[in-house]
């Protein structure tokens, strides 16, 4: 009975082979509610002897396979016309023709990073695991020596040579401090004398009967003062020169002696790494670290050597160099100061020429007011 019912609730529709309705042939379909489900290709199967001529293709179509619970019903076949035979080709290429192209897409897999991606992160990280080690061996090694319990390289000759140059250094230094002062004190001292100076040539207007005697004391503190321009300006010269010896060459030449005692240090926290490893076992997995030990050894050993030689060149021509300009520089402040205090002029001026300083009138340095506008 209930099959019954469902048949005879069944839509008719009459087709045709040309499109036109017929009451010979009707298409059944189901009373269910529709369920939603594409159209599988594969279970379709199109069968004609020519789409091109009127001749009647049938479609089969495979049992329904979704749910247990709801029947499925046969279904009648069914005689379409040419036109329709030809849509559904058409549309069963097209989906195989897509099915083939989803088909041939890559698979995708694990992800590999290129070099260019990985490589500035993995030089980063390799840079900071030798910095790293580096850095503890090195630590380690002061720390052995200050304890006395670490051995280290020494060049006698020239760690001499270091420590006649640092002391030369401080000797330097207290020089120029020295002469700062006696610069300050004497700018003080002229700076007396011209006012000194100016109070005898206004007791000399001022004063008839004592005119002459207040006239040459007046003279005699305005050349003294003038004296002293000239030998501030040799004194201040002597201290830019001596200065720049000091604060640019010779700190130049000690900043490569850190660079070479730093590089013995390292020198000496390899050679001791690889000295404990060549007391201990030799088997397959200690003589793989000997021989990268023994190969960073080589490389720190190499840098120490060439730090060394460096050094010891820069000292040679820092000597040369320094005997050179102190030479020039103490020449010439003795002679200036003893041309000074001697009272020739012509001599402290002549000295001036001879190391090419040009004395500073006072208010040069600050602009006129036609410059400045």
Not at 92 to 117: F, H, I, Y
Not at 197 to 221: C, I, M, R, V, W
Request: aromatic content about 8%; proline content about 4%.
């Amino acid at each position: 009975m209930t099959e019954e019912f469902h048949r005879s609730s069944a839509a008719e529709i009459p087709v045709t082979s040309n499109g036109d309705q017929s009451p010979d042939m009707v298409f059944q379909r189901d009373s269910y509610p529709s369920v939603p489900r594409a159209l599988n290709l594969s279970e379709s199967c199109v069968t004609s002897a020519n789409f091109a001529s009127t001749t009647e293709g049938i479609i089969e179509s495979g049992p329904y396979k979704g749910s247990a619970s709801l029947p499925t019903s046969p279904v009648a076949p069914v005689a379409p016309s040419s036109t329709v035979a030809s849509r559904l080709a058409r549309s069963s290429s097209d989906s195989q023709a897509e099915t083939g192209t989803m088909n041939e897409q890559p698979k995708s897999g694990a992800v590999v990073l290129s070099d260019d991606l990985k490589s500035p992160a993995m030089e980063k990280l390799d840079l900071v695991r030798k910095w790293s080690i580096n850095t503890y061996k090195c630590t380690r090694q002061i720390l052995s020596e200050k304890l006395g319990r670490g051995s280290r390289t020494v060049d006698l000759d020239l760690e001499a040579q270091i420590e006649v140059l640092r002391d030369n250094k401080k000797k330097y230094q207290n020089v120029i401090k020295l002469a700062q002062t006696l610069a300050n004190q004497l700018s003080q001292i002229m700076q007396t004398q011209r006012q000194l100076g100016n109070a005898f040539a206004d007791l000399s207007l001022k004063s008839p009967e004592l005119h002459e005697e207040f006239g040459y004391n007046a003279e005699t503190q305005k050349l003294l003062s003038k004296n002293g321009e000239t030998l501030l300006a040799a004194i201040n010269f002597f201290i830019g020169s001596v200065n720049t010896l000091v604060d640019q060459t010779i700190e130049d030449t000690l900043v490569n002696i850190k660079q070479y005692e730093f590089a013995r240090v390292e020198y000496d926290a390899y050679r001791t790494d690889l000295e404990e490893l060549n007391l201990g076992p030799r088997d397959a997995t200690t003589m793989p670290r000997i021989e990268f030990s023994q190969q960073q050894f080589q490389i720190y050993r190499e840098k120490y050597e060439r730090m060394r030689n460096d050094v010891s060149v820069k000292l040679k021509f820092l000597e040369e160099n320094k005997v050179k300009v102190l030479h020039n520089q103490l020449i010439l402040f003795h002679n200036a100061i003893a041309a000074y205090y001697a009272g020739n002029q012509q001599q402290l001026e002549q000295t001036l020429k001879q190391f090419h300083i040009k004395l500073k009138i006072p208010g040069g340095d600050s602009p006129s007011w036609l410059e400045e506008h």
